[in-house]
């Protein structure tokens, strides 16, 4: 599990008022997307049907529509999965697209973007920087140029082991929900019987 600091995000730079769109509004998306109308950013969103936008995006379209929307972006966070059609999607051209000076996050899938043409537009000043999640390849071979720029990120690909929930790979929110609420009248009960109180003469199921 290998990462790399470095200082994508110029701290002089404010979030209030910046553009962020969303690439896939999905569980992740939505988090994403929730996080950033809280520090008031404008947020925009695709996913791949056509439906109202929640509370906080302000703009939702569909997939068809990424292009025309990159330009708009100060942040681009890609959520979409790996299909046929998204392979590849973020290519030079793509690149090109975005808004100079904007950054891109990846925690989606290395192979929607094109490496290449990533490296590229982080040497030229196009983007400036990007935050990395997944990579491709994956892991990155020592030597690779994103390894040395001061301003990648690299996570190792690991967010979905919650170490401070405790919830395992891949479990469910609502089971990871019970499983807390179970664990706090564990806890709750315990409390109670070394304080000396006497047990629950019956059970209670929660239900929610």
């Not at 972006?73 to 100079?100: N, Q, R, W, Y």
């Not at 989606?108 to 983007?127: H, I, K």
């Not at 790979?169 to 499983?179: K, V």
Request: one cysteine or more; glycine letters at 12%; a positive charge.
């Amino acid at each position: 599990m290998l990462a790399k600091c470095g200082n994508p995000v110029n701290s002089a730079s404010a979030r209030s008022g910046r553009t962020m769109l969303v690439g896939g509004l999905g569980g992740s998306g939505r988090e994403g997307a929730r996080r950033a109308h809280g520090f008031d950013m404008e947020v925009l969103a695709t996913r791949r049907r056509r439906a109202d936008p929640p509370a906080y995006v302000d703009r939702l379209g569909t997939a068809d529509e990424l292009d025309e929307m990159l330009p708009f972006a100060d942040v681009v966070v890609l959520c979409v999965p790996l299909t046929d059609e998204t392979e590849g999607m973020i290519d030079a051209d793509a690149l090109a697209a975005m808004k100079s000076g904007s950054y891109l996050v990846i925690i989606a899938r290395g192979r929607v973007v094109d490496t290449e043409a990533l490296v590229a537009s982080l040497r030229s000043g196009q983007l400036a920087g990007a935050c990395l999640d997944v990579t491709e390849p994956e892991p990155l071979p020592p030597g690779h140029p994103l390894w040395d720029m001061p301003n990648v990120v690299i996570t190792p690909h690991v967010a979905s082991r919650a170490a401070l929930t405790g919830a395992p790979r891949g479990e469910p929110a609502p089971l990871r929900r019970g499983r807390a609420s179970a664990q706090r009248g564990r806890q709750g009960r315990g409390v109670l019987l070394r304080a000396g109180s006497s047990p629950p003469t019956s059970r209670h199921h929660d239900h929610r």
